[in-house]
């Protein structure tokens, strides 16, 4: 990410009252999805026989959010001594690992919806597609274009002494004002905008084609879906709108620090960043809310047998009928019990 952009004498006095907040939600961050990520990849590893497609999405998608969580203790110490400790090698390290993470996430979020997209309007041919084979190459496509991504952080950051206090600071450089511009906005269209498109157009193509044909539980469904969005934009739009301004004053010639509008974007900027780790952190909340009446009734084994409910051939299965039957409205086997029918019918991820 195009992280803490400040010169070596940027640093100012009102980043007294950004600090002790960019620690408070580092340290949330930390504390929640550390654990709870953790604890998704020792389901699936631990607790799940066969993996279907979504669950090597899911799996993924927690080891992504792992990486850059486990980047935080970095950032908090640096916050906490007011210098950064790791030289140029960690400085770039840490930071490279935060792009690919975010890049791998975003990516993994946006193959979910356009899978569960095809499951509802083509169950045909997204069973034929839906392969562990087919599901490897898509995965390896994601993570390679995570790191090609993300490597304009190993081209800019650099580590330097700051004017003021003669602490070091590990900060983004840029040969012109016209580098800086055009990485704020390769980051935001690529990493936020269109992947933000594809997953509101596919959930709108999903809602519009449950709506149609009735399914039972439509209205969770419904909720979940919204709630996966709003998720998404909570933690991620805030930080690309101040890449946009940053952006913007770069191509009219402002220098990132010039100016108290300057000051006070590069200050919120820090916050967002540590705002953005969250998004690491709130999957398996998510989960967890998918699956409440699995959290009941089978304990530390919920995310197994929530994940064991995804994906259209497993609900094919259980249901006696093909998807594609399910979605013409033709008879299908008698209702599963309330906890299959959660998974296999309102499950977002599905």
């Known amino acids: 990410m195009a992280m803490n952009t400040t010169s070596p004498g940027a640093a100012t006095s009102p980043g007294v009252f950004f600090q002790p907040l960019a620690i ?3 340290s949330l961050a930390l504390v929640v999805g550390l654990p709870g990520n953790g604890f998704v990849v020792w389901s699936i590893l631990a607790k799940m026989q066969k993996h279907s497609v979504t669950t090597l999405l899911v799996l993924n998608l927690a080891l992504a959010d792992l ?30 690992i935060c792009g690919v993470s975010m ?3 975003i990516l993994l979020i946006t193959a979910m919806s356009l899978d569960r997209s095809l499951a509802v309007a083509r169950p045909f041919l997204s069973q034929k597609l839906r392969t562990k084979a087919m599901a490897g190459r898509v995965l390896a496509g994601i993570w390679v274009a995570s790191v090609l991504l993300a490597t304009p952080v ?29 990485h704020l906005l390769f980051e935001t269209i690529t990493g936020f905008l269109l992947p933000f498109l594809v997953v509101v157009a596919s959930y709108s193509d999903i809602g519009r084609r449950l709506q149609a044909r009735r399914f039972r539980r439509s209205r969770r469904t419904g909720r979940l879906v919204v ?20 952006a913007g004053r770069s191509l009219a010639g402002l220098a990132a620090w010039s100016g108290p509008a300057g000051m006070r974007l590069l ?48 609900s094919s299965a259980r ?13 299908t086997s008698p209702d599963p019990a309330p906890t299959e029918d959660l998974t296999a019918s309102s499950n977002p991820l599905e």
């Not at 081209?155 to 004002?177: D, G, I, W």
């Not at 916050?271 to 398996?284: D, E, G, T």
């Not at 249901?319 to 008879?331: D, I, K, S, Y």
Request: overall charge positive.
């Open 227 to 246: 709630l996966i969005i709003l998720a998404f934009a909570a933690f991620w739009l805030p930080y690309h709108v101040v890449n946009l301004a940053e």
């Open 24 to 26: 408070i939600l580092l």
């Open 103 to 105: 890049y791998a996430s």
């Open 154 to 182: 190993l081209l800019y950051r650099t580590v330097a002494l700051q004017k003021n206090n003669r602490s070091l600071a590990c900060f983004m450089k840029y040969p012109t004002e016209g580098h800086r511009a055009f």
């Open 267 to 314: 200050l919120t900027h820090k916050v967002l960043i540590a705002l953005a780790f969250l998004s690491s952190s709130v999957n398996p909340v998510l989960y967890a809310c998918a699956g409440g009446g699995l959290l009941r009734s089978a304990g530390v084994g919920f995310i197994a047998k929530l994940l064991e409910g995804t994906g259209s051939e497993g």
């Open 319 to 331: 249901r006696g009928g093909t998807l594609g039957q399910t979605m013409r409205g033709a008879p």
């Open 67 to 96: 990486a850059v969580l486990l980047t935080a203790p970095f950032f908090l110490s640096a916050l906490a001594r007011g210098t950064w400790d790791f030289r140029l090698v960690g400085c770039r390290l840490c930071f490279y």
